[in-house]
């Protein structure tokens, strides 16, 4: 405890201050560049600019459209029926083919 209290006065020696005032006010790196408005601008301005990037973006990407895949052959062997359903032959979804 001795020494922290000799080291804190040491520190305010080679300050130049005082014991009762404070040498210096203690500036963060933040607050010393810029002001708080000015950073509250400049991402608000950066944030309306992403949205409409992505927004512009997304339009031109839904508008072209996508590709469709050709539809399989016919294979006889998917609609392999063994027995009958209660339904009938055709099958409940299936189009009747005449």
Wanted: aromatic share 10%; proline share 7%; hydrophobic share 35%.
């Amino acid at each position: 405890m001795a020494t922290a209290m000799v080291r804190s006065g040491l520190r305010t020696a080679l300050r130049g201050g005082s014991r009762g005032t404070p040498a210096t006010k203690r500036t963060f790196s933040a607050s010393a560049r810029h002001d708080d408005a000015y950073e509250a601008g400049k991402w608000e301005k950066i944030t309306y600019a992403g949205i409409a990037t992505c927004s512009i973006l997304a339009i031109f990407i839904l508008s072209k459209g996508h590709h469709h895949h050709e539809e399989p052959p016919p294979y006889p062997y998917l609609h392999i029926r063994n027995k009958e359903f209660p339904w009938g032959p055709d099958g409940l979804f299936e189009a009747k083919k005449h």
